[in-house]
C-alpha cells in the first residue's frame, strides 16, 4: 500500500540514525517500527501496583489526643489560642 507519512522531526531524525547504522531501506525500518510499536500498543499490560515502604514515627508524645485542647497546649504551649 502507497501513502504519504508526515513525520517528526525528532522521529525522522532517529529513523535516519538507525537506517545508517543498519544499512536498511527506509520503508523496511518504518514498517518494522510500525509492526513492534502497534504489537506493543494492544499489548495490555496489568498496572504495577504502588507500594509504600512503612516508617517507625515512634511513640505517641501525647498522651491523648481526644483532648484537643490538651494536645494543642502540649504541643504548641499553654498560649495556643
Known sequence: MR???????????????????LD????????????RGLAGMLESRP???????PVDLGRCRLPNVDDVAAALAAAEGEDHR
Open 3 to 21: 501513502t504519504t507519512l508526515s513525520l517528526d522531526a525528532d522521529v525522522a531524525s532517529r529513523i535516519e540514525q538507525l537506517r545508517h547504522a
Open 24 to 35: 536498511k531501506p527506509l520503508k523496511e525500518l518504518v514498517n518494522e517500527a510500525l509492526r
Open 47 to 53: 498496572p504495577t501496583p504502588y507500594r509504600t515502604q
